[in-house]
């Protein structure tokens, strides 16, 4: 299993808690790495973390998002201000865009797009009424135990 790197602030943490030498044998690593971790070079300071693969995108899907873009926003996107886990329906269209785009479907694309939102609306309420049921719970639990 990889190590994860410490980053900057708790390196620092650790050795003004437990010194230079307890910190590198405690996230073993040699005492140059944390040099390099505390004072990166110039080279190292904007370098990606991460690498994200992306595919690129089908001209005939950007094609189709971008011309029923105005009805499929007209259609589904009715409620922009109530939230049900964060998200509001403006949210639910760009993110269903989003998934349909990166999967590549290049045949059915419209009704690809109305049945993911239909599936993210029915999804995101049912995991709001677990969460409401949840918190209810707790509330009700915490309440009996304050009386007691």
């Known amino acids: 299993m990889k190590k994860l790197r410490p980053d900057r602030e708790t390196l620092l943490q650790y050795i003004y808690d437990y010194g230079a030498d307890q ?3 405690r ?4 005492p140059k790495d944390i040099e390099a971790i505390i004072n990166p070079s110039s ?19 950007a094609d189709v998002i971008a011309k029923n873009y ?5 259609k589904y996107v009715g409620n922009t201000t109530y939230l049900e886990l964060s998200q509001t329906d403006e949210d639910i269209f760009h ?14 694309i419209l009704d690809q ?17 677990q969460l409401k049921k949840l918190f209810t719970n707790a509330i009700s ?3 009996c135990q304050t009386e007691e």
Do not use: C, P
């Open 95 to 108: 993110n269903t865009l989003l998934k349909v785009i990166s999967e590549g479907i290049e045949d059915g």
């Open 43 to 61: 080279e190292t300071i904007g370098e990606h973390r991460f690498n994200y693969t992306t595919k690129e995108v089908s001209a005939a899907v």
């Open 141 to 143: 639990k915490e309440a």
């Open 113 to 129: 797009i109305e049945y993911r939102i239909k599936m993210l609306r029915y999804q995101t309420k049912m995991d709001h009424k």
């Open 23 to 25: 910190t590198s044998k």
């Open 70 to 74: 105005e009805r499929l926003r007209a």
């Open 27 to 30: 996230f073993g690593i040699e």
